[in-house]
Every structure is written in structure tokens, then in C-alpha cells.
């Protein structure tokens, strides 16, 4: 007996009875979803895949019975977390099962509910309809009741994320910023994992994030999966190609000054008709303009890891199972619409040249942020005999400067307060030498300093130690010609100095459940101090605004900076240049007395307000002769301050 001569019905109402096959992502979310302003600020409207044609693939893992985790590393502008959006939208109005939203933290959680998922909600009415006609129903920590389902939206960490509610689907987002396990080793993406266990046959897991560092918490989840990267079709020689930091340079062309020099970053943005950049095909090396950028991604193929495309676009090569697939959103997959290409080459100069500078940092963010890549740390390692190689001629307490004057002042003093505070704050109000205290903050995380103002106590400046380290490294270790960021070093050195320069090694560790990397000292007890002066010294050329100095040869200002201690302080002044040249001008240790009384310290007062001579190039061998033998005496025997402050008064002599 059919339906139909049963109830008398006829085909169109039995095709309603019948059971639909449910649609997939990618055939549903066109016509049923309405991206918001805030989530697709180019394109508000439904949402379109031609886009960003790279998550249908991903997206219809989602429905696809066989994967269980799909994970997304992406560029800044990858959409990732509209395939999120996407998903849960599709969870709630068709395939309806409890959800897991979990973030890096409760802030990031409170921003996103107000910048994207309560407007995709509010732009969707269906969806609105589902949590009860208002937005204000989406809770953050206590589950939110979905029709059928239940929706909980927290941080790693958080109670409703660690509490043991059984979840079907998990959506996590930003993984490489979650914080490790309180306890030691447990992964946050294993707690989430615990969760799914009441629904082995049908848990699915999305995985999302722009990377951070090679070999934390995301990179290692993201390499566990089959890795999937995205090759572009070239629409001139119609072959395929992919992108990764080793062939970057083949595909965005650069135009350089005359000298083979980058211009400044904003000349690359203000060029708007591709003079100065200009994408090409790295097999045929035909330019291609905007609409064939847009052509090349949109005709683009997911190829797994072992796996080659040949030219009609066939995937070679067995394709290995696998329910844990992972995709790389690197810079050109993206639709030239999100990533313009005056942009992109002018943050990729602006990295390059802060590079050359001695900053690493805008690199390691276009690498992670711009070009969906993780940053590999190489360590950095210290050795006294590498420094060597740069010494010259000028002699301690000269300075190499080319100009009318005969000598220079110090122009700032940077001094640490960190061992004892008050009398150093007291020996910075009693002097007449422009002077600003400093201390070490392990809080700082972006900056290289911040001014705090404390009451009663007056301003101290914080510094991020490791960020300035790293500069010096640069100076000292890394570069390798005299120029920008080159650090010079006079005849008279002490060999204390390059000791001091070496007592630290970058190292990465784990600490409180995360990945980091920080200087360290070799070994315990290693003396450092002359590293700590040139540390703040190097900030203290940073705040008198070294990165404004023009273009003419040698010192243009000298700094110092001053460890204390009980009974003695060490000093280090450095000459600086245009572009972060600089010159070691004098190092070493002066007796200054108990520090309690530093402000009464003639030694010190008298030391920051002297006159430096300049090196003109044919100086006193007298001087010379003298300090070499107060050289050998010291490294003989123990005269080693004494030495330091009657070398320093023969050469304020001269
Ligand atoms: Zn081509």
C-alpha cells in the first residue's frame, strides 16, 4: 500500500513527508545565510563562496561523515572564523546537536559576541528565532538552549568549557593563544576532545587559528592532520602553483630604488596602479593584474600533503586516509578584494626594513598574520670570540664623530632602579644630567617600554628586556657590516665586556603551561652586568629618538647606561648613528660607595656630566701606553675598579 492510495494524498504532499537528504554546508549556506556588516564588511549580503572559494573544501568536511576534525591555519583576512560563523549557523537551523564554542580568553569571548556572533544573529532571523527572538538570550559561560540543542560559549579554562557536559560539535578559535593546561601537560584541545566521547559516530571538531610559533599547542594539533595547501591556477599558462615564504619574493615583485634599496613603505601603499608591485605567475612569469589574481584563486585546488597537481588540474598521487584534515590559508589564496596588493607589498617592505633595523617583530607578525605561516625561533646563540672581529682603532673614551665639535655630553642616562629603588629615584632628582630610571617588566609583551608614573616616586620606565635584547643581539652578534645596526668596538675593550655580552643564550622552555622564549644566562651566577648597561643604554637611544637621526657618517649622540649595585655601579656609553649604527665609547666599573648615599656620589654626578673627546685618528699613544699596561695589570692581578677610575680620570685629562 502506497501513501497515495492510503491517505488519498497527492505527490507534493508526499514528497513533504518524505525524508529530504539534508544539504551540505556549501549547498545550504548561499541561499539561507546572511553575513552582517560586521562579519563581511567589503560585502554584507548572502553569503558567497566565489569569495572565498577555499572553504568549500573545508566546509564540506564538516558534513562529510568520515573526517572528525578539520583544522584551518590562516592569514588574518581568511575568513576562518566565518567558517565557524558559517557552521554553527548550519548546526543550529539544520543539523541541530550540542555545540562548544571555546576561546582564548574571557575577553576575547566578550568581544566576539558583540562584534560577531550576536549581528549574525541579528541579521538572520531564523537563527534568532531558534534562541528564543532576542540576542540577549546568547549567554557566555551558562549554556544558551537552542531549540533542540544547547549552545555553550566560553574560554579555555572557563567552567562551562572544563565542566563535563557531553558535546557533539566543538568550534575552537584562536587556538594559538590558548593557555596550556593548569596541570602540567594537559592540553586544552585533549579537554575539549574528552567532551565529545557520548558521541563517537558523529563528533566533529573545527580547529582554527592564524599561527604563532613553530612547535606550539596549534602548530603541532594543525601538523597532526592531513595538511592540505591551496594551488592557484595561473589564468595565462594555466598550470598550477602554490605560495609559501621560500617562493613569496618569485610571486609579489618589488621595484627597488637605484641603489638596490627598498623605498619607504609608503610609496608602495600610495601606488595604486602597480608601478612600484605587481604580482606574477612563477611558472610562466606573466603579470597578473587584479581580475586575474581573482581568477587564479577562484579556480583554485585543495592538494594534500604528498600529493602534486599536474596541468588540467588532476590531483596526483595516492591521497592518504585520514579523519583529521588540515588546510593552509596562505597570502594569494585570498581574493584581492581582502588582500590589495599595494598593502601587502608595503607591510612586507615595512617588515624588511625593520628587519635591517634590528626588529624582528613586524616579520614575525607578517609571517604569521600576512602570510599564514608559523615563526620558527631560531635560537640565539652568544660567543665572545664573534666579537672580536669588531674592534677598531679609536680608543676607549673617543668618539668617532664627524663634525665641528671637540667633544660630546651625554645626551641621556638610563639607570637601573630595580635593586634599590629610592636612592637611585634620589640620585636622578640630584643630578643635573638628563636621566631617566628603568627596571625590567616581565608583563610587557609588544612594547619595548612603558612610562609609569607612580605616586610618590616619580616616573620609571619599564622595559621589555627580552625585546631590547634581541636588538643588541642584532648590534652585537648578527650584524656583519659596519651600517645600520652595526655595533663598533674601540681598541681598548675589555675583554669582561664580551664575557658579559655572552652570559645570555635566547632560550625557549615551557613556562606555566605555555610556549615562550626568553634570554637566559648560561649558567647561573655568570656575570652580565656590562649586558644589562648596554641593555638600557639601547633603550635609552630608542626614547631620544634614535630612528630620527639623518643620514650622516658617525656618533651623532651618546648614552649611558648604569647597573647598580651594593657598593659600585658598572657604566656602559655607546655613540649612535643614523640607523642604529653605533660605537662602544667607554665600559667598565666605578666605585661609587655605599648605595644608600649614591646621590652623594661625586664619582657618578662627575662622570655623566664630562666631556667625551672626539677621536680625530692620531691620539696620544701616551694614553695608549698607559692603558695597555692597566690593562695587563688588571687582567694579572685584582686592580681591576681602581684601575677603571684612574683610567678614567687620565683620559678626562687629555
Ligand atoms: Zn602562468
Not at 548572502?46 to 572559494?53: L, T
Not at 544558551?144 to 558535546?167: A, C, E, K, Q, R
Not at 592531513?226 to 615564504?245: A, G, N
Not at 664623530?401 to 639607570?415: D, M, Q, S, V
Amino acid at each position: 500500500m502506497t501513501l497515495k492510495s492510503f491517505w488519498g494524498l497527492d505527490q507534493k504532499e508526499i514528497d513533504l513527508l518524505q525524508p529530504k537528504p539534508r544539504p551540505t554546508i556549501t549547498e545550504w549556506a548561499p541561499d539561507n545565510l546572511y553575513l552582517p556588516r560586521q562579519e563581511s564588511p567589503e560585502m554584507p549580503g548572502y553569503f558567497n563562496f566565489d569569495y572565498s572559494p577555499y572553504l568549500r573544501q573545508p566546509a564540506d568536511d564538516l558534513c562529510d561523515h568520515y573526517t572528525r576534525e578539520v583544522w584551518i591555519q590562516a592569514i588574518l583576512q581568511g575568513s576562518k572564523s566565518t567558517l565557524g560563523n558559517i557552521w554553527l549557523a548550519y548546526i543550529i537551523l539544520v543539523n541541530p546537536n550540542h555545540t562548544m564554542i571555546c576561546m582564548p580568553d574571557e575577553n576575547t569571548v566578550k568581544r566576539r559576541m558583540k562584534t560577531r556572533l550576536q549581528p549574525l544573529f541579528k541579521a538572520n532571523p531564523k537563527l534568532l528565532e531558534a534562541i528564543g527572538g532576542r540576542v540577549g538570550n546568547l549567554n557566555i559561560g551558562e549554556p544558551t538552549v537552542v531549540d533542540w540543542m544547547n549552545l555553550y560559549i566560553g574560554w579555555s579554562h572557563s567552567p562551562s568549557i572544563m565542566s563535563d557536559v557531553p558535546v557533539c560539535n566543538i568550534i575552537a578559535d584562536e587556538v594559538a593563544l590558548f593557555i596550556m593546561g593548569l596541570a602540567k601537560d594537559v592540553s586544552p584541545i585533549d579537554l575539549l576532545r574528552g567532551r565529545q566521547k557520548r558521541f563517537p559516530e558523529n563528533s566533529k571538531f573545527l580547529g582554527l587559528s592564524s599561527p604563532k610559533l613553530a612547535g606550539d599547542l596549534f602548530d603541532k594539533e594543525f601538523r597532526q592532520g592531513l595538511i592540505h595547501k591551496y594551488y592557484l591556477q595561473c589564468p595565462v599558462c594555466e598550470r598550477y602553483f602554490t605560495d609559501s615564504p621560500e617562493n613569496f619574493a618569485e610571486i609579489l615583485i618589488i621595484k627597488k630604488d637605484e641603489h638596490n634599496e627598498f623605498f619607504e613603505p609608503r610609496a608602495y601603499e600610495n601606488d595604486r596602479d602597480g608601478r612600484l608591485a605587481w604580482f606574477i605567475c612563477p611558472l610562466c612569469h606573466a603579470k597578473l593584474n587584479e581580475p586575474e589574481r581573482a581568477y587564479a584563486t577562484q579556480k583554485g585546488i585543495w592538494v594534500p600533503d604528498g600529493c602534486t597537481i599536474n596541468e588540467h588540474g588532476k590531483i596526483i598521487g595516492q591521497i592518504p586516509a585520514s579523519t583529521k584534515k588540515s588546510y593552509k590559508i596562505t597570502t594569494f589564496a585570498l581574493h584581492p578584494k581582502w588582500q590589495p596588493l599595494n598593502k601587502l607589498a608595503s607591510m612586507f617592505v615595512y617588515a624588511q626594513l625593520s628587519l635591517k633595523a634590528g626588529n624582528r617583530q613586524p616579520l614575525q607578525n607578517f609571517r604569521n598574520n600576512h602570510q599564514g605561516e608559523t615563526w620558527e625561533i631560531k635560537e640565539k646563540i652568544t660567543k665572545p670570540n664573534l666579537l672580536k672581529k669588531r674592534i677598531e682603532k679609536y680608543q676607549a673614551g673617543f668618539v668617532p664623530y664627524i663634525g665641528n665639535k671637540k667633544e660630546l655630553f651625554i645626551h641621556l642616562t638610563a639607570i637601573d632602579c630595580g635593586y634599590e629603588q629610592q636612592p637611585v629615584l634620589d640620585f636622578c632628582r640630584s643630578t643635573e644630567s638628563p636621566i631617566i630610571a628603568v627596571r625590567g617588566d616581565p608583563k610587557l609583551t609588544n612594547r619595548s617600554n612603558r612610562l609609569v608614573n607612580e605616586k610618590n616616586k616619580g616616573p620609571i620606565y619599564h622595559l621589555n628586556v627580552n625585546v631590547i635584547k634581541d636588538r643588541v643581539y642584532r648590534l652585537f652578534f648578527e650584524s656583519d657590516k659596519p651600517g645600520p645596526s652595526y655595533a663598533h668596538v674601540h681598541a681598548d675593550i675589555l675583554t669582561e665586556y664580551f664575557e658579559h655580552l655572552s652570559a645570555e643564550d635566547r632560550q625557549s622552555f615551557q613556562k606555566g603551561g605555555s610556549y615562550i622564549s626568553e634570554w637566559k644566562l648560561k649558567s647561573e651566577h655568570l656575570p652580565n652586568h656590562l649586558l644589562d648597561c648596554t641593555v638600557y643604554a639601547t633603550e635609552a637611544a630608542e626614547i631620544s629618538g634614535l630612528w630620527s637621526l639623518p643620514n650622516v657618517p658617525g656618533v651623532q649622540f651618546l648614552d649611558c647606561g648604569i647597573d647598580v649595585h651594593i657598593d659600585h655601579v658598572w657604566a656602559v656609553v655607546i655613540g649612535w648613528g643614523y640607523m642604529a649604527e653605533c660605537w662602544v665609547i667607554w665600559e667598565g666599573r666605578l666605585e661609587t660607595g655605599d648605595v644608600k648615599n649614591l646621590d652623594q656620589s661625586s664619582i657618578l654626578h662627575d662622570f655623566l656630566r664630562r666631556p667625551w673627546p672626539v677621536w680625530t685618528g692620531e691620539q696620544k699613544t701616551e694614553v695608549r701606553r698607559q692603558q695597555s699596561e692597566g690593562r695587563r695589570q688588571r687582567t694579572e692581578g685584582r686592580g681591576q675598579s681602581q684601575y677603571l677610575v684612574d683610567d678614567w680620570n687620565n683620559r678626562a685629562k687629555v
